[in-house]
């Protein structure tokens, strides 16, 4: 079991279970977030303290990963690979999906090279790419728009019931709650063919909801992120008739 603060090394697998989550910060800053159901090993990571050289090699052989890097010294690396594909940046944020046979990458800000065979992709922010292994590359399509959301709708405020229009060429929607800005401390994460969710049982607070469009190829669009509050339960009301007894008061039982 991982804890804040734990160190991993070289070689360290991680891996996680429904609605579990967990965030690394690398020596340059740079952060992997990985996603519920996926499966990370850590195959290189080492660090020149003395010319900032950065060298980041991560596996993802199943699962999901969301990645922001910081920009990159000379000669640095950071790149993941997958069954299917090699990603590497220089200084951007994507998200990354893989299985055995098929990886799909999202970038939503800056470049990233997508490899595969003697083939490399460049895919420019806003786009994704889907590798099939031993398979051509395709070309880099525009990922979905994020959705249009409402405010929260419903009348119980310690609800949270949220509808948005239908994205055009939106298969469905993945959706995440967080108890943070970040998305470290995951709550729900989950999908849906809906344009509306409701979630009940949250406890008084802040959170952070973000909602992704869907396409075809099971690309992943642009986020569309709301803060909600959600407020106390009021107290349930004491009905209840207080008699004060006193003498000549008959209680009747029937």
């Given at each position: 079991?991982?804890?804040?603060?734990?160190?991993?090394?070289?070689?360290?697998?991680?891996?996680?279970?429904?609605?579990?989550?967990?965030?690394?910060?690398?020596?340059?800053?740079?952060?992997?977030?990985?996603?519920?159901?996926?499966?990370?090993?850590?195959?290189k990571?080492?660090?020149?303290?003395?010319?900032?050289?950065?060298?980041?090699?991560?596996?993802?052989?199943?699962?999901?990963?969301?990645?922001?890097?910081?920009?990159l010294?000379?000669?640095?690396?950071?790149?993941?690979?997958?069954?299917?594909?090699?990603?590497?940046?220089?200084?951007?944020?994507?998200?990354?999906?893989?299985?055995?046979?098929?990886s799909r990458?999202?970038?939503?800000?800056?470049?990233?090279g997508?490899?595969?065979?003697?083939?490399?992709?460049?895919?420019?922010?806003?786009?994704?790419?889907?590798?099939?292994?031993?398979?051509?590359?395709?070309?880099?399509?525009?990922?979905?728009?994020?959705p249009?959301?409402?405010?929260?709708?419903?009348?119980?405020?310690?609800?949270l019931?949220i509808?948005?229009?239908?994205?055009?060429?939106a298969?469905?929607?993945?959706?995440?709650?967080?108890?943070?800005?970040?998305?470290?401390?995951?709550?729900v994460?989950?999908?849906?063919?809906?344009?509306?969710i409701?979630?009940?049982?949250?406890?008084?607070?802040?959170?952070?909801?973000?909602?992704?469009?869907?396409?075809?190829?099971?690309?992943?669009?642009?986020?569309?992120?709301?803060?909600?509050?959600?407020?106390?339960?009021?107290?349930?009301?004491?009905?209840?008739?207080?008699?004060?007894?006193?003498?000549?008061?008959?209680?009747?039982?029937?």
């Open positions: 079991t991982l804890k804040t603060g734990t160190r991993l090394y070289s070689g360290d697998r991680v891996v996680t279970a429904d609605e579990q989550s967990l965030r690394m910060q690398f020596a340059d800053k740079s952060e992997l977030q990985v996603l519920p159901n996926s499966v990370v090993v850590l195959d990571l080492s660090h020149h303290e003395h010319t900032g050289m950065v060298d980041t090699r991560i596996r993802l052989n199943s699962g999901s990963v969301n990645t922001r890097v910081e920009k010294k000379p000669d640095s690396r950071y790149e993941i690979k997958t069954p299917a594909a090699v990603t590497a940046v220089r200084g951007t944020a994507y998200r990354l999906s893989s299985t055995s046979q098929i990458t999202m970038v939503t800000e800056g470049n990233v997508v490899a595969a065979g003697d083939t490399e992709k460049i895919v420019p922010d806003g786009y994704g790419i889907v590798a099939e292994k031993d398979k051509p590359l395709p070309e880099p399509v525009k990922l979905l728009p994020p249009v959301l409402g405010e929260n709708q419903s009348q119980d405020k310690t609800m019931k509808a948005w229009p239908k994205l055009e060429d298969k469905y929607y993945r959706y995440q709650l967080a108890s943070d800005e970040n998305y470290n401390q995951l709550i994460y989950r999908s849906t063919e809906d344009t509306i409701e979630i009940n049982d949250l406890k008084p607070g802040r959170y952070y909801l973000l909602i992704r469009g869907v396409d075809q190829y099971q690309l992943e669009g642009l986020d569309a992120v709301s803060v909600f509050e959600i407020q106390q339960a009021p107290a349930e009301k004491d009905n209840s008739w207080v008699v004060p007894l006193s003498v000549g008061v008959l209680i009747l039982i029937l």
